[in-house]
């Protein structure tokens, strides 16, 4: 536009000052200014783009091969465009990256009438979660470097990354519901109305399981064992607000903990037990923009704010997937496990207010938490006192901040189990509460 507007300008100056050479130069320079605009514009729309994913759902690790195929439709040439197909950039800058790329996703080519151009990549996803490949920005101008066009074509694919998961051979999470006398060959839960036998007390355990007499009797304090049994299941409560993770472990412990709940909820299923999950995240997929892909724009800048997907999102209802057995179950709970992200929206009081309707009373709920503030163990302690059986799993790397928090959970006679790292979690939740660590 500035060099339109000079033009114009120079053009009524040597016109008014009879300047025949001047008015025949900008005369001529206008003519390859609109020359070079039409063309711009014509190019950019006879060219068309297509993207082709072989997968849409992987593991954590794997590849997915993309084929881009970009066709000029026209008979004219276009001689220069530059191709680039757009990737969630924290995704690529996070240390460690999410995404490793081989391949070319960005390339400058000449295209010919009626001919077309192939990129291809191979991205792996190093870690879970919901991601957006595309659109493809094209950006194409005039020979001359006046005019810029950017287009987005090709609209996008999502890849889901399902969460890791670890075995749980050694399963063991305490429950107080008396729940029958069915005996499991793995020690799932334990009933409290069956004491099996007494072991030394260790530092921790709580009041309600000290056996007194045979305390009073060796002169030590002993605490109770129990049988095992089985439960109708259990509800997993994921706390996904960012308030909850102290600023350096965030990526670490968000990850563990999806990992967590992740390999609970294939053991209980795999037990024919029944399972679902609820938090106080963001699903990836609520808050994704797809409209208007195939829109052109004059800056890059434009065009990268028009395909990126929201930062943020106005849902505050909870991530649900209702408690239920069933062959699916598991592949609904981990596709919501891995599109889940960490949100500033409800906290676990508000979570449970949302969300106790939908939590069977026949289920354990077990709360998957990174720390617990005073309200979150105030809350979860008023949802034992109804009547539900909860257990609290803290994913918590510093030991003052798990006493913390530990303190404030058996505060409200909630057991508590902890856990630091994959391996902790394979020999997870042996029989001892939390203060076995």
Not at 91 to 104: D, H, M
Not at 178 to 200: A, C, K, N, W
Request: hydrophobic content about 40%; aromatic content about 6%.
């Amino acid at each position: 536009m500035r060099w339109v507007l000079g033009a114009v300008f120079l053009l009524l100056a040597g016109y008014l000052l009879q300047l025949e050479l001047l008015v025949y130069a900008m005369c001529s320079l206008l003519g390859v200014i609109l020359v070079s605009r039409a063309l711009a514009f014509g190019w950019l729309g006879q060219v068309s783009a297509e993207r082709v994913c072989n997968r849409a759902r992987v593991q954590v690790g794997e590849r997915v091969a993309v084929v881009l195929t970009v066709r000029n439709r026209g008979f004219l040439p276009v001689p220069r465009l530059l191709l680039e197909d757009s990737h969630p950039q924290h995704a690529l800058r996070q240390r460690p990256p999410r995404i490793k790329i081989e391949g070319r996703r960005l390339k400058i080519v000449w295209l010919k009438g009626r001919s077309e151009q192939v990129l291809t990549y191979q991205p792996t996803f190093l870690m879970r979660g919901y991601y957006q490949l595309g659109p493809l920005l094209m950006e194409s101008g005039d020979l001359f470097g006046l005019h810029r066009r950017f287009r987005l074509a090709a609209d996008p694919h999502f890849i889901l990354v399902y969460p890791k998961m670890i075995s749980l051979d050694d399963y063991d999470v305490a429950s107080r519901r008396p729940v029958g006398e069915v005996q499991l060959t793995h020690r799932l839960f334990e009933d409290p109305t069956r004491i099996s036998g007494v072991r030394r007390y260790q530092s921790g355990d709580p009041i309600s399981r000290i056996h007194w007499r045979a305390s009073a009797r060796s002169g030590q304090l002993q605490s109770k064992t129990f049988d095992a049994s089985t439960v109708a299941g259990a509800t997993l409560l994921l706390d996904f607000h960012a308030d909850g993770f102290p600023e350096t472990e965030t990526l670490h412990a968000s990850e563990l903990m999806i990992t967590t709940v992740a390999s609970l909820a294939n053991t209980l299923l795999q037990l024919g037990e029944k399972c679902g999950v609820v938090s106080n995240g963001r699903d990836a997929a609520d808050r994704v923009r797809v409209e208007g892909f195939r829109i052109e724009f004059r800056t890059r800048r434009g065009a990268r704010t028009q395909y990126g997907m929201q930062d943020r999102s106005d849902r505050l209802e909870p991530v649900c997937v209702p408690t239920q057995q069933g062959d699916d179950q598991l592949t609904r709970i981990l596709e919501a496990l891995a599109r889940l992200e960490l949100t500033d929206g409800l906290s676990v009081a508000e979570l449970l207010a949302e969300s106790t309707g939908r939590i069977p009373r026949d289920a354990t709920v077990i709360a998957v938490l990174c720390s617990a503030s005073e309200e979150t163990a105030i809350a979860l302690g008023q949802l034992q006192r109804r009547g539900y059986s909860v257990l609290v799993v803290l994913v918590c790397f510093d030991d003052t901040r798990f006493r913390e928090s530990a303190g404030r959970l058996m505060a409200q006679n909630l057991a508590v189990r902890r856990v630091e790292s994959d391996e902790m979690l394979g020999c997870l939740l042996y029989t001892s509460d939390a203060a076995d660590e």
